[in-house]
């Protein structure tokens, strides 16, 4: 279920290259998942692939934020959503329902700040075709205290910059209504797509980067950022499969954002569509998902190049273990894999019953 959104894999903390964990690898992982029949769940399972939970959801998730330091872990559904659930990570248990404003519309994605005190929830603004970061206070019963200009149309996933203080927003840029199904883009011809940074107590702008007019079709979906403030973000192209348009960018806010693309034979392959980016831990080498083209592409932050890729059939979710260049990823089709980047070495996850669901979207490792 990667194609048509993005999941996000977490550190696993695997000690020796592209190995089946070791026993006293006890990281557990939480996503969304899709059963056969519009059954859908939030499931958890172990770093052997082990299905450890599921709880059912009223509608498909998307990605998963998790408080710091607390049990709670707030599933958001996928665009254009309605509900968000704020769960028990360990267990599944519903702890608190947030409810959408009737003229907004959840856009998938959710970051807690560092402390846990604030939650942060990308929206659609959807009858001005502006987007809006919305406020949530975790210590008051999740209740909704503000929402801040996301500085564009159609926000998307959003990050903690590493200073905690400012929140980096892709701005898809297509602008969508509940009266067209709510996920039609309205607005191809006009797109503005960018990537914006706020600050996250007043909602100011701080930095700002488009790509340039030619590419104004390119979505800025998702990204990932580095413990040094370098993103990385994957594009969705809302043009033909034949046009020649770059689908990964780099940006060091202050300056403009840098393209990058892959060898030709992987760039058309990558069928003008990114999912899941995710930084190594190292923040030297990030992995970028092609869910639609079914494969994994890895390059180096060092050079701006391509580095290698996978073929992983709808696979979508990416995660850093603890060691440099090294990666876990799952797939719409019950498949789960770890991946060496630099080594160019992979094994499969040994536990089968990851083939029981369709695992969508963003997974998140959970320390225990």
């Not at 990667?2 to 070791?22: D, E, K, N, Q």
């Not at 807690?112 to 075709?129: C, K, M, P, Q, V």
């Not at 990114?274 to 080498?285: E, I, L, M, N, P």
Request: proline content about 5%; hydrophobic content about 40%.
């Amino acid at each position: 279920m990667g194609v048509g959104g993005a999941f996000t894999l977490l550190p696993v903390g695997i000690g020796c290259a592209a190995s089946a964990p070791a026993m006293e690898d006890r990281a557990h992982y939480i996503s969304a998942s899709a059963g056969d029949h519009d059954d859908f769940y939030v499931s958890a399972f172990n770093a052997n692939g082990k299905i450890l939970f599921e709880q059912a959801l009223p509608g498909r998730g998307h990605d998963l934020g998790l408080r710091p330091g607390h049990v709670d872990v707030a599933a958001v559904e996928r665009r254009p959503g309605l509900y968000g659930l704020i769960l028990d990570r360990h267990s599944g248990e519903v702890r608190a329902k947030l409810h959408c404003p009737e003229d907004r519309r959840f856009y998938g994605h959710a970051v807690y700040s560092n402390d846990g005190r604030f939650l942060y929830i990308t929206e659609n603004d959807f009858n001005h075709a502006r987007g809006v970061v919305s406020v949530w206070d975790a210590e008051d019963g999740y209740r909704r205290i503000a929402e801040f200009d996301s500085f564009g149309t159609g926000p998307h996933e959003l990050h903690l910059m590493p200073d905690g203080e400012s929140l980096v927003i892709a701005n898809g840029g297509l602008h969508t209504h509940p009266d067209f199904d709510g996920r039609t883009a309205l607005n191809i011809d006009s797109m503005e797509p960018n990537l914006s940074i706020i600050d996250r107590h007043t909602g100011t702008l701080i930095h700002q980067a488009a790509l340039k007019a030619d590419w104004h079709q390119l979505s800025i979906r998702h990204l990932d950022v580095a413990s040094n403030g370098t993103i990385a973000a994957g594009f969705q192209y809302q043009g033909e499969l034949t046009d020649q348009v770059p689908l990964v960018g780099l940006w060091h806010p202050g300056s403009e954002i840098r393209p990058i693309e892959a060898p030709d034979n992987v760039q058309l392959r990558m069928r003008q569509y990114c999912g899941s980016v995710r930084f190594d831990a190292s923040g030297q080498v990030f992995g970028i998902s092609c869910p639609r083209g079914g494969l994994i592409t890895f390059w180096d932050v060092k050079t701006s190049g391509f580095l290698t890729h996978i073929a992983a059939p709808d696979g979508c979710g990416l995660a850093a273990t603890d060691v440099a260049g090294q990666f876990v990823g799952t797939s719409g089709l019950g498949t789960g894999w770890r991946m060496d980047a630099i080594r160019r070495k992979r094994v499969e996850l040994p536990d089968d019953s990851l083939k029981s669901l369709h695992w969508d979207n963003h997974l998140r490792r959970i320390s225990i």
